[in-house]
């Protein structure tokens, strides 16, 4: 796929892949094999009839080829950027056994971006069923379970904590990689459909749950994600410069700091920028720091580069920017002056022994302590789910980890009351906290429609 210049993109903040013209689309679609078993809609969290779509676009009907997708998924461009269909649908492709798998992906975004420029088609609503739901949460797996229970005929009202709707969607993906006019459209087609989105409401705050249910919900879906950043725990932490991902790149994304001084967000970054982590959230505040400035950003991570949870797409469009790889070290601590960071300190490591992920562990080596000087450091390290839902919601089990204990349609120990997403498996991709909302979707039609009686929850799923 087409993409900006590296040179040219570190300069600004427009999306760097340009997407497929009709003719390359066509030509992708060609190579699809349609195999009768279509491993591919196996490695699919919401089971689009992948070759159906792919067969569509080879037939150049891209109208019946969005249709398609839209069955089961109601953010077709916001996966096409950024599923790790590698890792997914694309996985298990029978092309790639021998060749490059065909880029499902890519194709989705496509028809995706394809239907935005020649009119969007809004999916069929149900014949009104009288029952009111509550969603709590408008990342990816509050609005399409949102989306889901408005198909089924339901009212549905979605809670958002924020000032704008779309979660980690608006606020943790950069508008490089995800721009934030293809999160609003697809948005503005769950509002056409009617679901209702109230934002700026903390629920545990300004309302609870109990409250909502006492107010004619006659269910609740609990989508709140993981948004609680962790930190390292060394000494310096605090001091002026060192950012959590969740903080920078909220300020960024949906504060739209990119703009300042358009927009009233300031974010000091100086000329050397340390970023802690392995991850995309990590590439993403590496990459962002570079386009707000930074003449040196560096990416230190205490595993390889064979170990890095990042994508390998988001890995090799940060080196082609200039972010340095700093592999094999970890941060012991941060020194300042004047309550400002100056320096890192970090100590080297070597790979032991598997760890309970898998992965090798790494384990310090001693007396290899160096320090790099810095400006701003961000940490990247994950994030945790937030505990005031769980904390203000009577007879809700929360796993050790912070999760709410849910089985695989989302059920909780709570009577009505139904979780998926980030919230129940921890941190973990779009497209899986998409399918949890979709099953929970269908978890609560059939609860509403059996009475609301006697919904007992399954075995609890694992946290990712």
Not at 384 to 404: C, K, M, Q, S, W
Request: hydrophobic share 40%; proline share 7%; with cysteine.
């Amino acid at each position: 796929m087409r993409e900006q210049d590296p040179k040219a993109r570190i300069h600004n903040f427009d999306e760097v892949p340009l997407g497929y013209t009709p003719d390359e689309a066509l030509e992708e679609a060609a190579r699809c094999l349609q195999c009768k078993n279509a491993p591919c809609v196996k490695g699919c969290p919401v089971n689009v009839d992948i070759p159906k779509f792919i067969r569509e676009i080879r037939d150049g009907d891209f109208r019946g080829a969005i249709a398609t997708i839209k069955e089961t998924n109601n953010l077709p461009a916001i996966c096409g950027r950024v599923c790790p269909q590698e890792t997914q649908c694309q996985a298990p492709c029978t092309l790639g056994r021998r060749f490059e798998p065909v880029a499902i992906g890519r194709l989705e975004r496509f028809v995706a971006d394809w239907e935005y420029e020649n009119g969007v088609s809004i999916p069929r609503v149900g014949d009104p069923t009288g029952f009111r739901v509550a969603v709590i949460g408008s990342g990816p797996a509050g609005l399409t379970c949102a989306a889901d229970l408005r198909r089924l005929g339901h009212a549905v009202t979605v809670f958002e904590a924020l000032h704008e709707p779309g979660g980690v969607l608006m606020y943790g993906i950069p508008e490089f990689r995800l721009p934030k006019r293809i999160v609003g459209a697809e948005i503005e087609g769950l509002n056409r459909m009617g679901v209702e989105i109230q934002v700026n409401v903390v629920v545990g705050r300004t309302l609870t749950i109990d409250e909502l249910l006492a107010d004619g919900y006659a269910a609740a879906f609990v989508g709140t994600g993981a948004g609680f950043p962790k930190f390292l725990g060394v000494a310096g932490e605090n001091l002026i410069g060192i950012y959590s991902a969740n903080e920078f790149l909220t300020r960024v994304n949906l504060m739209r700091a990119y703009l300042f001084p358009e927009y009233d967000t300031p974010v000091k970054i100086g000329k050397r920028v340390a970023v802690v982590g392995g991850g995309n959230v990590a590439m993403d505040a590496a990459r962002t720091a570079l386009r707000l400035g930074a003449e040196q950003v560096m990416i230190l991570y205490r595993r390889t580069e064979a170990e890095m949870p990042a994508r390998a797409e988001e890995v090799h469009h940060a080196k082609e920017e200039g972010i340095e790889f700093h592999t094999l070290v970890n941060p012991v601590r941060f020194l300042g002056e004047n309550g400002r960071v100056v320096d890192v300190e970090c100590i080297r490591m070597e790979l032991g022994e598997p760890d309970e992920s898998g992965r090798r562990r790494p384990v310090p080596v001693a007396g290899s302590n160096f320090v790099l000087p810095v400006d701003t450091a961000v940490i990247a390290i994950g994030n945790e789910p937030h505990p005031l839902v769980p904390r203000t919601t009577p007879g809700l089990d929360v796993a050790r980890e912070g999760t709410i204990v849910a089985d695989e349609d989302g059920c909780t120990s709570r009577e009505g009351v139904f979780a998926g997403g980030d919230i129940v498996t921890g941190a973990a991709t779009v497209i899986s906290a998409m399918g949890a909302g979709k099953r929970a979707a269908y978890a609560i039609h059939r609860y509403l429609a059996k009475g609301r009686a006697g919904r007992k929850p399954g075995p609890p799923i694992a946290a990712a």
